[in-house]
């Protein structure tokens, strides 16, 4: 289990990649969110472009009171409706996702949410 922060939203849509093994609620739809990450675990303090794998409910927590806003544009896709200010980043950046490791896809680092904590 790894501790992460999501620090930037660049999208958000539906996850349509067959063949992961999601341990939270395998039945649930979830959602992938592509952006920046902070893993927490591995004294990293560099930001590293992410995917995210989570539940609407859990996207929910995330962004709830952070008055960020997302759009659903003509590729099914939301995007934030204005880019995160710094106050927002900070807001959603201290949320903790206790997650799992799913590997890599193009050299860019998966996890799945199993737990969100402010």
């Known amino acids: ?34 952006g920046n990450i902070l893993i927490a675990d591995e004294n990293e ?18 962004l709830s009171n952070k008055e960020v806003e997302l759009a659903v544009a003509d590729d099914n896709r939301w995007y934030p409706v204005k880019p995160l200010n710094k106050e927002q980043a900070k807001k959603i950046g201290l949320v903790t996702l206790e997650s799992e490791f799913l590997g890599t896809i193009s050299d860019i680092k998966s996890f799945e949410v199993i737990k969100v904590s402010e």
Not at 5 to 17: D, R
Not at 45 to 62: M, P, R, S, Y
């Open 1 to 34: 289990m790894k501790e992460i922060h999501l620090t930037g939203i660049e999208y958000v849509e539906y996850n349509t990649i067959d063949g992961i093994e999601f341990k939270y609620k395998p039945e649930v739809p979830k959602l992938k969110v592509i």
């Open 45 to 62: 303090e560099d930001e590293a472009q992410g995917i995210v794998f989570l539940t609407q409910k859990q996207l929910n927590q995330v």
